[in-house]
Each structure stands twice: as structure tokens, then as C-alpha cells.
């Protein structure tokens, strides 16, 4: 017999060998219809998988984060199966699934696919989903799936295959389709109601731009067809919402090929967008003990050879520059961090002196794949509101927990309500990736979880996301279109002071080491900008529009006193737009109304008569006639509830 403890505490014996999906049935026949994996002792098996030790078990469905994603991994599987059915002979790479759907990178040789087959793709994946074939999982030696994979010519499979320990090796079948996977899956392809291949791009193989292309397919499925018309709704928002084309249209940033691919430039409109974000931070910093930075752009190789960052990022970072002098080498700055470190070691510091709060707004560069690059996004070269704290051990709690209260002051001011704050930690087998000692890690970890556990914050814990040096707390935002953004994040580094031998004096009168804080409330401006301008459809909150207020006098009879009107706006600092234009007043509104300017001030014959202005607010129209001393009183008022 085995014990199985379910979500609410409850302890119930069974049989050795059930299944979680046997438990399902047991409970409810409906309930058991949508099950589509387990988690069993945290990890996420097959559902028909059988249970031969003491386990918790949680049932997963499509409500569940793991329940999608092991339905989007089957679906990925059912793509392979389509795509060998129609082409015979095409190899395969990985097919994962991703936040939304999934993607697989195959090789079909010399023929090119393009969204021209997409339909005839769709059509077989639904084709073989209705046939309600199992997901069937089997143990297999390295030998065997080296055979197996030999015979089809696959080179992909092979190399991962010789990657792999013999005695860990599975594959997973379903009707006639056959691949090297880990799993888990689906109880079966019937499941699988909808279907949508979304775009094909290029994928180097293993991300080596040395190595093939491959034809990367991204798709995404759901268990009914009306999830996936309003996915597609959701999609065409996503467009209309893209920073990229939005950045264009409010004149913010551009892009150019002879500066660079992934090195953003900004427009007038969007360096001052980009100062006011840095004007807000620095005085929140200002008001809770941050002392401002500068460091240069580059750093001798030796800074980051002690930190670490070479031997983890040396080789996918930007070429060393090399100087006159024999065998010195420089690197463009990947991190801020190690720099910050040598700041704090150029004086002798005391318990006293603890914590110190180094803030600096630092550009920061790595090189990143061109097929990764995606608007500001992702991009090479980028500025971060970073900052670390040094402070005594007993410090940490504290001091984590005031970086936590400006996180939330961020996401609070931007209108950001719904985020989730994610507990990254150390993957619980594979420590190679890590430096550091063991203790020095576990007190890391129970600092954060101890931290966010009292202020009731909303986590979820993620094994193997934690920076190398450090775990981390990442605040996970879901925008207006409910997808999911990493932002805010602030990490506890016992291992950097160490490897930088940083010291402090404490009231003992011995050297003691300090335990340094990395947090970075915004993460990087260019990314938060991007997912801000999403947000909210390029409705900047008033305090960050470009322009505030837009002046349109009707003709030229009016222009005198609409410059009366913009001057008295000027000196009370609101942002305007004068638009004396000899156009027709319906399109100034609707120019300044694609410029998703707040208000706009309209000024005829009647209006100078009274001494007043007609103000319009943007995508709600016309809110009558008042006084432009009442406006700017307005103005004011708006923008007090932004805590400036």
C-alpha cells in the first residue's frame, strides 16, 4: 500500500501501483475528464503514470500553470506527428512548450515551409487528435535510442541522446509517431480541440549561430475552439498594443542598422519619457538612504574574471577590447555589480557605517543572438536601475523587505495590480551552476522566503531560476492582455563580497563580511518601458505623457489667445503642444487624439468671448468649458495621486 497526501491535508491509502488518474475517477468521473497530468512529490508525471512510493499529489487541469504546459508539450508532439506524416524524412530538434503554446525546430531538408501550409498542418494535427491516442511512455537504454534514431537519420536526436546517462533515457509515443522526451504528457491527442500554427522562423540549433538552421514553427492549442478564438482576439490587441509599432507613432525611440542591431536610440520624447522614470526612482531612492554612482562603460577583464561573470558569460559576451599594451584586455560592462564592489572597497568601513546604498542608472551591455532581439525588449545595450546594499547579516531581513515596499511603490504608481512575486531558487540537483558555499546559500534562500512569507506576499517558488551567485525574488507582472513579465527583481548575495574580499569593522573590532543586496525595482528602463507602453496601449499616465495638453486654436483668429493660453501653461510645467496648423479642428483632435495626448484645449470665437477654453479628454471626448486657471488647478490635482 502507499500513502497519498492530497492539497488539503487529507491521507488516504491505495493500492500500490495506482495511478493519479485512477484517483481522479475515483473521486469523479468529470473531475477525471479533465485531468491532464500530476504533480506527484513536486514533480509533474503523466497522469497514467503508476505511484509506487508515499507521495502528495496534486491533480492538474487546464486551470493550472503545469497542466498547460504539459498539455502545449503533447501538442507539440501531435505537430511532429503531422509534420512526419505530410513530410516523411523531416528530422527533429526540441519542441518545448512556452508561456503561450509551443514551438518545435525541425530540419525538412530543402523544402521550405511558410504559412502557406499551416492549414494543411492544422488540418492533420486535428485530424490525428480525434483518433484519442495514448501518450505512452517507455524506459529505453542509450543503445536502444541510439539505434533507433540511427535508423531514421536523425542527427539531432543523437546528440542529445550522447548528452545523456544511460538508465535515464525515455522515449513517448503516441499513434505513429515516436520521440526522445522526458515528459510529461496528456492522457491522450483527443484533448487537443483547437489548433493554430502562429509563425515560422529560423532557430540555430542548440543556439550556436555556428551550427544549422533549423525552421522553428510556433502553434498553440486548446481543449475547446472558443479559447482559441479569443487567444486570437487577444493576439490581434497584442498588435495594435506593440511597443514597437507604438514607439514609432508617439515619436519615442528608433532603431538603425548602421549604429547596431539591439542598441536602441532615443528620441527627444523618449530620452525625457526615460528622465522621468529616472527623476521618479531617484527620489524614492533619495527619500530611503540611496547615495547616487557613476561608473564607466567598461571594465578590466580581471573585475570580472574575481566576480565570475567571465567565467559564466565570458564567451557569449561582446569581443574583449584590446589595448596597445601587450595582453591587457577590457570588456563592454555586462553587469554593474563588480563595479559597485570596488566602490565600496575604496574606504575602510565600520558596523556603523552599514548599510550602504549604492544607486546608479547604468547602461549595461551583452550580446545576444540577432534572432533573439525584439524591440526593447531584448535587446544588447540597456540601462538598469540597479543598486546594491551592503549590510550586516542581521541587516538582510530588513533591508530586503524596504527594496520589496519600493518595488511595490513602482508597481503601484504604473497602475502594474496584478503580479506574482517568484521565489527563485537553486536547481535541487544540478549545483554546477552555482558558486558559493552551501550554508552561505541556505541562509540566502530562508532570507527571502522569510521576507516575502512577512509581507504576505502572493509567491511562487521556481527551483533553478536563481542567478548564479544568489537566489532571487522576481515580481512576475501580467499586463492589461493578462501575459506575464518578469520586472522588479532583488536578489541576496552572500559570494560576490567574499570573492571581492569586502570587509567591515564590527563592534567587536574584528573584520566581518557584508552581505550585498543586487535589486533593480524597474529591471531594465528600455524592458519596462516596453512592457509599460503595452500596458496601457500608449495611454502614458499623465505624469509620463510626452506631451500633456495640446492647444488647438480653430484658425488664425484664434491663435493670439491660444498663446496666451500656452504660456500661462508653460510656467506652471505642463507639457503642451501647440498645434497652430492651418487644418481643420476635426483633424488636429484626431492627430492629437493618435498621439494619445490626455487633454486637449480648443479654442474658438466663443471661448475667447468667455475667457475660457473647451477641454476634450482623450478617448473620452468633449467635458465642456472652464477657465484655464481651473485647468491647471485640475491638472494638479491629477497629477497628486502619483505620489509626486
Excluded at 161 to 176: C, E, M, P, V
Excluded at 270 to 289: H, P, S, V
Excluded at 366 to 392: I, K, M, N, P, W
Aim: glycine content about 6%; aromatic content about 10%; overall charge negative.
Amino acid at each position: 500500500m502507499v500513502d497519498i497526501k492530497f492539497p488539503d491535508g487529507r491521507v488516504k491509502q491505495y493500492n500500490d501501483g495506482i495511478t493519479a488518474m485512477d484517483i481522479a475517477k475515483e473521486i469523479s468521473n468529470s473531475l477525471a475528464a479533465k485531468v491532464l497530468a500530476a504533480k506527484v512529490n513536486g514533480q509533474v508525471w503523466d497522469a497514467n503514470r503508476p505511484i509506487t512510493m508515499d507521495a502528495q499529489l496534486a491533480l492538474l487541469t487546464w486551470d493550472d500553470v503545469d497542466g498547460k504546459s504539459a498539455f502545449w508539450h503533447s501538442s507539440a508532439h501531435l505537430l511532429a506527428e503531422a509534420l512526419e506524416a505530410i513530410y516523411p524524412g523531416t528530422k527533429f530538434g526540441i519542441g518545448p512548450p512556452i508561456e503561450n503554446g509551443f514551438y518545435y525546430d525541425i530540419d525538412t531538408g530543402d523544402k521550405n515551409l511558410s504559412s502557406e501550409d499551416f492549414k494543411k498542418i492544422e488540418d492533420k494535427m486535428l485530424e490525428l487528435a480525434k483518433q484519442k491516442n495514448p501518450y505512452i511512455r517507455e524506459d529505453v537504454s542509450k543503445a536502444d535510442a541510439i539505434k533507433y534514431f540511427t535508423a531514421k537519420n536523425d542527427e539531432y536526436k543523437l546528440e542529445l541522446i550522447d548528452g545523456l546517462a544511460d538508465g535515464s533515457i525515455t522515449f513517448y509515443k503516441q499513434g505513429n509517431f515516436t520521440d526522445l522526451c522526458r515528459g510529461p504528457h496528456i492522457p491522450n491527442t483527443g484533448f487537443i480541440k483547437a489548433v493554430k500554427l502562429l509563425n515560422v522562423a529560423g532557430a540555430y540549433w542548440r543556439g550556436d549561430e555556428k551550427r544549422k538552421q533549423l525552421t522553428r514553427i510556433y502553434a498553440i492549442t486548446f481543449p475547446d475552439q472558443k479559447q482559441l478564438t479569443d487567444y486570437l482576439t487577444l493576439l490581434e490587441e497584442a498588435k495594435k498594443r506593440d511597443h514597437r509599432k507604438l514607439g514609432k507613432e508617439l515619436e519615442l525611440f528608433t532603431f538603425s542598422e548602421k549604429v547596431g542591431m539591439g542598441l536602441p536610440l532615443w528620441l527627444p520624447k523618449g530620452a525625457a519619457l526615460r528622465e522621468r522614470l529616472e527623476r521618479f526612482m531617484r527620489q524614492a531612492q533619495a527619500d530611503i538612504g540611496y547615495v547616487q554612482v557613476i561608473t564607466p562603460h567598461i571594465g578590466h577583464k580581471d573585475l570580472y574574471v574575481t566576480s565570475g561573470h567571465y567565467e559564466k558569460y565570458g564567451k557569449d559576451s561582446f569581443q574583449p577590447i584590446k589595448t596597445p599594451q601587450e595582453g591587457e584586455e577590457f570588456f563592454l560592462k555586462p553587469m554593474n555589480c563588480p563595479h559597485h564592489c570596488e566602490i565600496y572597497k575604496s574606504s575602510q568601513r565600520s558596523y556603523r557605517d552599514l548599510p550602504v546604498r549604492l544607486a546608479e542608472f547604468g547602461t549595461v551591455y551583452r550580446y545576444e543572438q540577432s534572432g533573439e532581439l525584439h524591440g526593447l525588449t531584448r535587446v544588447r545595450g540597456f540601462t538598469q536601475d540597479d543598486a546594491h546594499v551592503f549590510c550586516r547579516p542581521d541587516q538582510v531581513k530588513e533591508e530586503f523587505i524596504r527594496v520589496i515596499d519600493l518595488v511595490l511603490k513602482v508597481l503601484k504608481t504604473l497602475d502594474f495590480q496584478n503580479y506574482t512575486a517568484q521565489i527563485s531558487l537553486r536547481d535541487k540537483e544540478d549545483r554546477s551552476k552555482y558558486i558559493g558555499s552551501e550554508e552561505n546559500w541556505e541562509r540566502a534562500e530562508a532570507d527571502i522566503i522569510e521576507a516575502a512569507a512577512e509581507k504576505g506576499l502572493k509567491t511562487v517558488v521556481a527551483y533553478g531560476e536563481a542567478a548564479f551567485y544568489g537566489p532571487k525574488l522576481d515580481f512576475m507582472v501580467r499586463d492589461a492582455l493578462g501575459r506575464s513579465w518578469q520586472l522588479g527583481t532583488i536578489q541576496v548575495d552572500y559570494n560576490l563580497p567574499e570573492r571581492f574580499e569586502l570587509e567591515y569593522i564590527g563592534s567587536d573590532n574584528a573584520k566581518h563580511r557584508p552581505v550585498m543586496i543586487h535589486r533593480a525595482p524597474f529591471g531594465s528602463l528600455e524592458r519596462f518601458i516596453a512592457v509599460l507602453l503595452e500596458h496601457c496601449a500608449g495611454n502614458l499616465p499623465l505624469w509620463l505623457a510626452p506631451d500633456q495638453v495640446a492647444v488647438l486654436p480653430i484658425g488664425e483668429n484664434q491663435v493670439e489667445y491660444a498663446k496666451n493660453v500656452l504660456q500661462l501653461l508653460k510656467k506652471y510645467d505642463i507639457r503642451t503642444l501647440f498645434d497652430e496648423r492651418s487644418e481643420k479642428i476635426g483633424k488636429k483632435i484626431r492627430d492629437a487624439e493618435i498621439m494619445k495626448i490626455p487633454y486637449m484645449l480648443v479654442i474658438g470665437d466663443k471661448e475667447i468671448a468667455d475667457g475660457k477654453v473647451a477641454v476634450r479628454k482623450h478617448g473620452e471626448g468633449d467635458k465642456g468649458t472652464m477657465m484655464t486657471d481651473d485647468f491647471i488647478t485640475m491638472i494638479n490635482e491629477e497629477l497628486k495621486k502619483y505620489f509626486l
